[in-house]
């Protein structure tokens, strides 16, 4: 999954340092985010600010990556050091922003089926770029809101409100019966592949309330023994993925509610389809359950 970076590990523990020549720049506009043109590889510090002559633009200290001292060393990556130091690029402004020589955009979310670390650098930066973006000015009395030189914070000066970063947290349900697993797609357009019921929880209840709620809203199916599966960063939405297992409780009758599905079928452990990549809770969730793990 987009989290699993053995042997590196993420260090999200904010840091109120400088950047150095050598540190990874995170920059992201809607078109994507920045990577050299013939390789997945984010530009360090010294190569974007040969670039970057815009003076609205400033380097925020985002997380660390670490190799773990007692992991085994991959001679593709020995050459690599044991931290990476990735800073976010704030920009006022996109306008008239250029892609220079060499470089291109990508979007976040294309990034997802390469190695360890990049994808989950980048959705997390994403995540963060969204909410640095959305708290420029103060929700409560208008002001501009300024960061935190001690937290990833942002304070009003005028009136003291502290905004931090918000993570939305989602359920994801498989919900079974005996050999079968529920598999579902979403209705709007570009939606190809199927998944698997999920749903954000809502003010006032639990996840499994959640987990019950949604399954129920959105193929009218009843479940019970909700049981814990793990759960998942993903920036790419905001959210906080927790996954679940259920079994069907009474009728497999689906009802569809087509505002929100365009399908829920029930299909055979051995007729499952293939994941086409590992890196979300959902395709382990589903390709685990076509093992015979769940
Ligand atoms: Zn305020």
């Known amino acids: 999954m987009i989290q699993d970076i ?3 590990r993420l260090d999200n523990a904010f840091l109120p340092i400088e950047p150095d020549v050598r540190d990874l720049v ?5 078109e994507g985010i920045l990577l050299a043109e013939n390789e997945p590889r984010l530009p360090c510090v010294e190569e974007w600010r040969a670039w970057s002559p815009s003076d609205n633009t400033s380097l925020i200290y985002a997380f660390r990556v670490i190799r773990d001292e007692n992991a085994s060393c991959d001679e593709d990556e020995g ?4 931290e990476r130091r990735f ?3 704030l920009r006022d402004s996109e306008a008239s922003l250029s892609v220079p ?12 089926p390469l190695p360890s670390p990049l994808p989950l650098a980048a959705a997390t930066a994403l995540h963060l770029s ?28 005028a009136c003291g409100n502290v ?4 993570i939305a947290p989602c359920v994801i349900v498989a919900v079974t019966d005996k050999d079968r697993l529920l598999l579902t797609r979403y209705a709007r357009a570009g939606a190809p592949r199927f998944v698997l019921v999920a749903g954000f929880v809502e003010i006032g209840e639990t996840a499994e309330q959640a987990a019950a709620r949604e399954v129920m809203e959105e193929t009218g199916l009843k479940i019970k023994r909700l049981r814990y599966v793990g759960s998942q960063p993903w920036g790419l939405s905001g959210t906080l993925a927790i996954g679940f297992t259920a079994e069907l409780d009474g009728s497999d009758r689906v009802c569809l509610d087509t505002s929100e599905l365009s399908e829920a079928v029930w299909v055979k452990r051995d007729a499952l389809p293939p994941c086409p990549d590992l890196s979300s809770l959902t395709m382990d ?9 769940l």
């Open 6 to 8: 053995a042997p590196w």
């Open 26 to 30: 995170l920059d992201l506009t809607a």
């Open 79 to 82: 050459s690599l050091a044991d």
């Open 87 to 89: 800073f976010l690029a």
């Open 101 to 112: 020589e060499g470089w291109r955009r990508t979007p976040p979310s294309a990034l997802r």
């Open 130 to 157: 969204r909410w640095y973006d959305a708290r420029r000015f103060c929700g409560r009395c208008g002001s501009a809101l300024r960061r935190s030189e001690r937290e990833r914070a942002m304070l009003c000066p």
């Open 163 to 166: 905004e931090y970063p918000v």
């Open 285 to 293: 969730m589903i390709l685990r359950f076509s093992r015979g793990e």
